[in-house]
């Protein structure tokens, strides 16, 4: 089997339609995870032509279109405080050929374990909006497999980033510059001074799924953050159950993971850069 249909809808409505009413449909966004299944699907639905390529502010919200790219997205001058740990995590994906066609929404709904973009939005308590006119928080986008949560024909149109005015970074670690990360931490802080006020600290590529590390945010909220930070690799290493594979075992994932979030908070304070 290979591709027999290929539809280019100008609506939101008529991509919903044409997902509904054909099983074999899938929404086509950069193409860069699909191609590897493309022998498998009949009918692809480019979601290119219906307006969902945009970062703009709202109100005290931003918000991202399902359909921009990572490059836009690391381009853009609207990416600031918090949301800075977004602005990193596409910067650090692969190479800028890829960044190009590589969308927002194709990296939250394909959700392989490497993916970047979703453990920065994670980090960001971001809302992930669909053509229903639903919203997810990330994450229970995460928790669960995000395409699962969609009903057939339901696409996502947006992502929805809140409360965003403090500080933010992403780091990687890689086998080399472009390689996809065997760790990664996003992190977003509210200060007071030197004292955290409130913090959000998520890590990618080294479980199965990006999670949330509440047991280090705590550490972090209410402190001076320079007297606790030595005390940050342990405390991760201890919150995560790394996977084993051939891009970094099990302990050197676990090693690693904690001076990546270590390093992140120094970056999103300007410490040491
Ligand atoms: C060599 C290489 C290296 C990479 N390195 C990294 C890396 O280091 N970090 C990283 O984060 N990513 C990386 N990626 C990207 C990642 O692996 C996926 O290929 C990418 O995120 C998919 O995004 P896309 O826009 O191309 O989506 P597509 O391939 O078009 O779609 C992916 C899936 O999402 C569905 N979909 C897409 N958009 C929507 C929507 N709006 N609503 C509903 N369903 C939708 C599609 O139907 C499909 O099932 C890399 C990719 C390649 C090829």
């Known amino acids: 089997m290979s591709v027999e249909q290929y539809y280019a809808p100008t609506s939101i409505k008529e991509a919903e339609k044409i997902l509904a009413e054909d099983e074999n449909a899938q929404p ?16 692809l639905v480019d979601l290119s032509r219906l307006g969902l390529n945009y970062i703009k502010k709202d109100g005290k919200n931003l918000k991202i279109g399902s359909m921009t790219t990572l490059e836009e997205i690391a381009k853009s001058k609207l990416m600031t405080g918090s949301v800075q740990a977004l602005k990193q995590a596409a910067e650090q994906t692969d190479c800028r050929q890829l960044r190009n066609v590589i969308t927002i929404g194709g990296d939250v709904i394909a959700a392989y374990y490497w993916c970047m973009v979703p453990v920065a939005l994670l980090a960001l308590d971001a809302k992930m909006v669909t053509s229903k006119g639903r919203s997810y928080q990330m994450e229970d986008v995460v928790s669960k497999n995000a395409k699962s949560i969609l009903e057939k024909g339901e696409i996502v149109t947006e992502f ?4 965003y005015d403090g500080k933010g970074a992403f780091l990687k670690f890689a086998r080399t510059y472009d390689e996809y990360p065997f760790t990664c931490a996003a992190v977003c802080l509210k200060m ?10 998520a890590i990618g590529a080294v479980e199965t799924k990006p999670k949330r590390l509440r047991s280090v945010e705590k550490m972090l909220e209410g402190n001076v953050v320079k007297n606790v930070l030595n005390k940050i690799p342990d405390a991760v290493s201890k919150e995560i159950v790394p996977r084993n594979d051939f891009r970094a075992s099990e302990e050197y994932r676990k090693y690693v993971t904690g001076i990546i979030a270590r390093r992140a908070i120094e970056r999103a304070l300007g410490v040491n850069e």
Request: hydrophobic residues 35%; glycine residues 10%; proline residues 0%.
């Open 160 to 163: 929805l980033i809140s409360d």
């Open 192 to 201: 007071d001074g030197n004292k955290c006020k409130k913090a959000s600290l």
């Open 28 to 43: 086509l966004a950069g193409g860069t995870a699909i191609v590897e299944r493309i022998k498998n699907i009949k009918t």
